[in-house]
């Protein structure tokens, strides 16, 4: 009687030992839920049939729905790059105030480090256009510095009330990248004489700037979105003046669907290409470091 | 600071360490002399690592006392940096830093800490790196070179500063065995050229060919310390018996 040897199992099965089974990953990738190329022209499309249904349900005594927008496109257009000039602005402010926001976190000295901690929370817990009414209401609409007045126009309100939430996040992304970093970095600076300032901004921020890329590109693609939020406040930004468009066509309810549907388009094609990059950014620096 | 190289570089007297309740060093002492090589061998968690880091203030001690060149470490107004400028360490994870490559690691803190000029500091940081052997490795990144390379570039780096001693904290504990190899001769021809080191290591044979004093240390004391020949000959104590039993 022969035992058959140990490395075939008797069974008709390879192995019945789970560790002996090849490693299958789990794929997630059924569940993702990403924003694809189709789905923009999901949208134009959408604009596109609203706005020939509509043409076919009204009467010929208006104009078309084609006219109309073509009429107020050029307009639209402008208004959206006030949106895109809102949140540039925004940004480059939320994200020089909050970089020092973030760095007074990791600080040495206490009160520093809790008052920057309880400011960034604050900014972060509170509601977007909420903070947007602070900034709207509560600062002036001019200064007046030594007999010299600066306006303080509507649009600028914005964006400062805009660039406290981001101010907020991005503080966040630095002192969540800086802790990101092994602590071995630290400590050979140290044990190399470098003073804590010269260790964070030649060798620790460096290393950083690579990991709040991502999270960063997407907080400007969100504060983009939330720009229309200046509607609210009447500063003369897309939303505004789709209103004020669909105000000069006399309230007219077909109308409604193409206009909202091309506000809709615009951001769609602004965003999605900063959301793709994001998303290629993130899975190059996943392998490399 | 009125320190003449007859008496010990390094004087380490009744250090005491805690990492909350637990005490890592229990009153620790010995000295070293300019030019000597000091290897402390021990099992795991017996402080070795901490030991060394204090001397150059990365861990601040409870108790004793501990002289650099006749400068107190354990002293709340020490001056942190001056003391870091004569003592150079090497880690076991080599900690470059990876955005920069291997001539920048070696030549950014003479430039930045020491100010020295750039042309200067590039010059010796070359000859450095050739004496690590890493010729023709000096635009490459860290990310590019093995680990054993990376380490030579971490002693490059180290040695820049033109340190009085240099900690090594078991420097191959990570690297594969082909490539302790060449680290290990690196440091060997460091101490033959008089540089006072202080080594934390599991190499035996290496602590034997190149230390001139061997400690070995066991739950936060040193128990037992000579020159390598009767150190490793003739050990007295059972604790280091057995631990050299399970090593060599």
Known sequence: ?289 | MSWSDKEPMISVRNVHKSFGDFEVLKGVSFDVMKGEVICIIGPSGSGKSTLIRCINALNDINEGSILVEGQEVNDPKLNKLELRKKVGMVFQQYNLFPHKTALENVMMAPIRVLKEDKKEVEARARALIKKVRLEGKENAYPGELSGGQQQRVAIARSLAMKPDVMLFDEVTAALDPETVGEVLITIKELAEEGMTCILVTHEMGFAREVADQVYFTDKGLIVEHGAPETFFENAKDPRTKQFLSQIL
Not at chain 1, 72 to 81: N, R
Not at chain 1, 148 to 165: C, H, R
Not at chain 1, 183 to 199: D, P, V
């Open chain 1, 1 to 289: 009687m022969t035992q058959p040897p140990l490395s075939q199992p008797p069974s008709g099965k390879k192995t019945d030992m789970a560790v002996m089974l090849p490693f299958k990953q789990k794929s997630y990738e059924r569940f993702r839920i990403e924003l694809k190329p189709w789905h923009g022209v999901l949208l134009a499309m959408v604009c596109f049939f609203t706005t020939t249904y509509g043409y076919a349900t009204t009467g010929p005594e208006v104009d078309s729905i084609l006219t109309v927008m073509l009429r107020w496109i050029p307009l639209l257009l402008k208004g959206f790059l006030f949106n895109i000039l809102i949140s540039v602005l925004s940004m480059a402010v939320g994200t020089a105030v909050g970089t020092m926001l973030g760095l007074a976190q990791i600080s040495l000295i206490g009160p520093v480090r809790h008052s920057s901690w309880f400011v960034t929370q604050f900014f972060r817990n509170a509601p977007w256009l909420v903070l947007l009414f602070f900034a709207m209401y509560l600062l002036p609409f001019e200064f007046n510095i030594g007999g010299i007045t600066i306006p303080f126009p509507d649009w600028v309100k914005a964006i400062i009330g805009l660039s406290l939430p981001v101010m907020a996040n991005v503080s966040e992304v630095v002192r969540g990248a800086v802790l990101s970093l092994p602590s071995g970095q630290w400590e050979a600076a140290e044990s190399l004489a470098y003073t804590r300032r010269q260790t964070l901004w030649l060798i620790i921020l460096p290393q950083c700037v690579k990991r709040m890329l991502p999270p960063w590109m997407n907080l400007y693609s969100i504060l983009t979105m939330a720009t229309v939020l200046a509607f609210i406040v009447g500063v003369p930004e897309v939303m505004t003046l789709t209103g004020r468009a669909l105000a000069a066509e006399g309230e007219r309810t077909d109308l409604l669907a193409p206009f909202y549907s091309f506000v809709l388009f615009l951001f769609f094609i602004y965003c999605y290409p900063i959301a793709r990059w994001t998303v290629y950014l993130e899975s190059k620096f996943a392998v490399k470091n």
